[in-house]
């Protein structure tokens, strides 16, 4: 059933006059005659009677009009609950500790009107979230992704280039240095556990061990970043790397060093993944605040050129 055809027949009830339903549609009194036919052809009942001071409703009309109104009000409910800043912008930062994260957090501070969700998609890899974002599971997912697994639909704003330090214990051979270039970690172990093969982040370091002949690996089961502290702050020669935004937390006696990367700077490259023209006034925002806020990135970055610009 037309939905336009219920909304001239509620008019015409309302109204009592064909020409007052027409201009109350913006419609010619024609066309509100032609849908009060089909409607009642439809149905196969007549509803109104018509008289020379107007129309009003039969016994059967005033069954009828009482369903007709509730069905144009689930309508509107319906369109109202899917229609832009309606409903809580949803969004992915793959995990509440890193970059994306906080600048979410740092965003709401500073609109706390901003109705948001945010989650978590831990367990699903940078083209599983931007399936995610494209069937509505989540408005927006912060990813790397490479630029060749883009779906159709989706548009990938890179924001959040962010520089990566290396974290050691006091007793590490680096633990002192003001700073360190990639380079530099030739012949350390970096322990980066949870590492998961076929993940964005697993690309990415794999590129960063192609590229500056690092040795990095997972290996051993992944007990928690307490138990990953520990470890770093009873080695002499375990290491591992952070993102410089990355909020980390362990006891004052660990005494552990995070020491910035250059010449060149590698950066994490979070990519922002959301439907293209989506209109939700929350993603607009966020979008704007997360360009007038982006740190500046350092002039030496290195980042894979796979990762979706």
Do not use: C
């Not at 964005?200 to 192609?210: G, K, P, T, V």
């Not at 922002?272 to 209109?279: K, N, V």
């Amino acid at each position: 059933m037309d939905i336009e055809v219920l909304r001239t027949f509620v008019a015409v009830a309302e109204t009592g006059q064909f020409q007052a339903a027409a201009d109350e549609l913006g419609i010619s009194q024609q066309a509100v005659s032609k849908r009060i036919a089909a409607l009642e052809k439809h149905i196969e009942v007549t509803l109104l009677v018509r008289t020379s001071r107007g129309s009003r409703l039969n016994m059967d009309g005033q069954v009828f009009l009482p369903h007709a109104k509730k069905v144009l009000a689930t309508i509107e409910q319906a369109e109202q609950a899917v229609r832009p800043g309606s409903r809580p912008l949803r969004v992915d930062v793959l995990n509440r500790r890193i970059a994306p994260a906080q600048a979410v957090y740092r965003f709401y501070r500073s609109h706390s009107e901003s109705d948001m969700d945010v989650v978590t998609l831990s367990k699903e890899n940078a083209s599983q979230a931007a399936h995610a974002v494209l069937e509505g599971i989540v408005d927006a997912s912060f990813r790397a992704l490479p630029a060749d697994q883009v779906p159709a639909g989706i548009s990938a704003e890179r924001f959040l280039e962010v520089p990566l330090e290396l974290l050691v214990g006091p007793g590490h051979p680096l633990a002192d240095m003001p700073w360190v270039s990639p380079a530099d970690l030739g012949g350390h172990r970096i322990w980066i556990p949870g590492i998961r093969p076929s993940t964005e982040w697993a690309m990415f370091y794999q590129a960063l061990s192609d590229a500056f002949g690092l040795s990095i690996d997972a290996l051993g089961p992944n007990f928690g970043d307490e138990a990953l502290m520990d470890a770093l702050a009873d080695s002499s020669s375990l290491a591992t790397l952070v993102g410089s935004g990355d909020r980390y937390l362990w006891p004052q006696t660990h005494d552990l060093r995070r020491i910035p990367l250059h010449e060149p700077t590698p950066v994490y490259p979070h990519v922002l993944l959301f439907r293209s023209g989506d209109q939700h006034p929350v993603l607009t925002a966020l979008r704007n605040h997360l360009r007038t806020t982006d740190p500046r990135t350092p002039h030496d970055v290195w980042a894979p050129d796979w990762v979706a610009r």
